[in-house]
């Protein structure tokens, strides 16, 4: 594994942390953001990058976000991932901080912990772990933990066994709320994923049990060996016949040849009915534990 093989992760992960923490602020539930780290594959052979938290995420995260009434909570879910996996035996770990400001409220979410191992050829699994600290304008605070995450990731057809090629892989997930009236819930996202020339593009589109279906789309370049830059788009609609829109831009290092460091900028529009948007900023590192079999 490479420098530059790692700035990919960290592109996602800068991706998938900066519009989860932008995304959906509950009045209901001060700082119950669900976020889900971006979790992808060091493995690529053409990648200038690759290291990073959920991602993510942009990428997207499911979240909780202010409904017109305030007993009631629109959910909006989303994931962005690729169709790489992590080669067997390996181990990833992310760790990420982030800020989110809406119009009222603001939100700290440190530490966000995400790990992921590789078990086979074509299969993959991992989790986050997320720590709020949430205060609005009156000056109510309120800290505890996020959202929970765990997931396992199956690989149909790999982006890289042919020049061209396109990946295929299915994400199934559970999430755990604490504090959430609807505490599990569980998701099924099918990841894509290709490349043209040093541009990769990936995309996942899916469904949330809680009541939401979404589609994203995220896009990635080198900028030399160990430098990469990245922008990701989704939308996600609630049962309630709502819809939000998440904007993501960032950038990944590669510090060495199994660590990244990651900035990511997320920006989500909501209808005003249901609440304000936000703006949010993360940031982190991530590591490879490569296994000690490998030669």
């Known amino acids: 594994m490479t420098a530059a093989r790692l700035v990919v992760l960290s592109v996602l992960s800068a991706l998938a942390a900066g519009p989860a923490f932008a995304q959906g602020r509950s009045d ?3 700082g119950q953001n669900k976020d ?5 594959d060091p493995k690529a052979k053409t ?4 290291s990073g938290l959920a991602s993510p995420a942009t990428a997207a995260a499911s979240t909780s976000v202010p409904a017109a009434s305030a007993n009631a909570v629109v959910y909006y879910g989303s994931w962005l991932d690729d169709a790489s996996i992590v080669e067997p035996g390996d181990i990833w770990i992310g760790l990420a901080t982030g800020f989110w400001r809406g119009e009222s409220n603001r939100q700290i979410d440190a530490p966000v912990a995400s790990a992921a191992v590789g078990l086979g050829r074509r299969l993959q699994a991992g989790g986050s772990l997320s720590f709020y600290h949430f205060r609005d304008a009156d000056g ?4 505890g933990f996020g959202n929970m995450s765990i997931y396992g990731k199956v690989q149909i057809l790999d982006p890289y066994r042919a020049p061209h090629a396109i990946g295929v892989a299915v994400t199934p997930l559970v999430e755990m709320s604490p504090g959430s009236e609807d505490a599990f819930g569980w998701a099924l996202p099918i990841n ?5 020339g040093s541009l990769r593009i990936y995309s996942s589109a899916g469904y949330f049990s809680r009541g939401s279906v979404f589609g994203t789309v995220g896009a990635d370049v080198p900028i030399g060996s160990r430098l990469s830059i990245s922008g990701t788009f989704g939308q996600s609609y609630a049962r309630a016949g709502t819809h939000q829109t998440s904007l993501g831009v960032g950038a990944s290092l590669g510090l060495t040849a199994t660590s990244g ?3 990511g900028l997320g920006r989500t529009f909501m209808p005003t009915e249901v609440g304000p948007g936000g703006v949010s900023l993360a940031g982190g590192m991530s590591f490879l534990l490569p296994d000690p079999k490998t030669p």
Not at 47 to 50: E, P, Q, S
Request: aromatic share 4%; net charge positive.
């Open 261 to 263: 460091a990651y900035v």
């Open 28 to 30: 209901s539930a001060p």
């Open 192 to 196: 894509i994923e290709g490349h043209r």
């Open 140 to 143: 109510i605070s309120e800290n």
């Open 36 to 40: 889900k780290a971006k979790i992808v």
């Open 47 to 50: 990648r200038a990058a690759g």
